[in-house]
């Protein structure tokens, strides 16, 4: 089955772009969406954005000026990118997958903690 | 806050039944059956539990169910067993398009 792992630094500085890689294993990337949700601590999760294989992507309103999720199929990985990051972008990273017929996240990464601080 | 209400916390005893619910609006829950139930263990991979309101994937017990009512999904985990002390959480299609998330629900079996 489908693995994902995220990685990426975990502290991030204010106004700087946060980066964070997506390896996929036991599967190609060249198939299914691919997704990030976020959970800030004490909060709820919260849906960032989604890339096709193709490359098309679909992302969060509320984020969608300062977030790039895209691909590397040469390396079996997505990427997603944000922004002008703040602390109010501190939280617990996650990358899944998408199941779209069904509109379900059906296979997820650990998730990783990403400070954003001075 | 999030987009779906959910208890914060439940408690049941092994062997019992209990009901996690998610409750939403007539844009998301009460408009699709797009409704999906995640079991998380702290520092693990959240794991799909139910989607499409009462469908369970390959592999996961028959004692998860989900129903829906109105602008209401509901989690049933019958026959409790220690292992399903997790976090449970709640997602939905909505009629904007972006899917939103309950705030979780901390399941303790007792």
Known sequence: QVQLQESGPRLVKPSETLSLTCTVSHGSISSYYWSWVRQPPGKGLEWIGYVYYSGSTNYNPSLKSRVT????????QFS?????????DTAVYYCATF??????FDIWGQGTMVTVSS | QSALTQPASVSGSPGQSITISC???SSD????????WYQHHPGKAPKLMIYYVSNRPSGVSHRFSGSKSGNTA????????????ADYFCTSYTSSSAPSFGGGTKLTVL
């Open chain 1, 69 to 76: 999720i895209s691909l590397d199929t040469s390396k079996n």
């Open chain 1, 80 to 88: 997603l990118k944000l922004s002008s990051v703040t602390a109010a």
């Open chain 1, 99 to 104: 199941w779209s017929l069904l509109n379900t």
């Open chain 2, 23 to 25: 409750t939403g609006t």
């Open chain 2, 29 to 36: 829950v009460g408009a699709y059956n797009y409704v999906s």
């Open chain 2, 74 to 85: 509901s989690l049933t985990i019958s026959g409790l067993q220690a292992e399903d002390e």
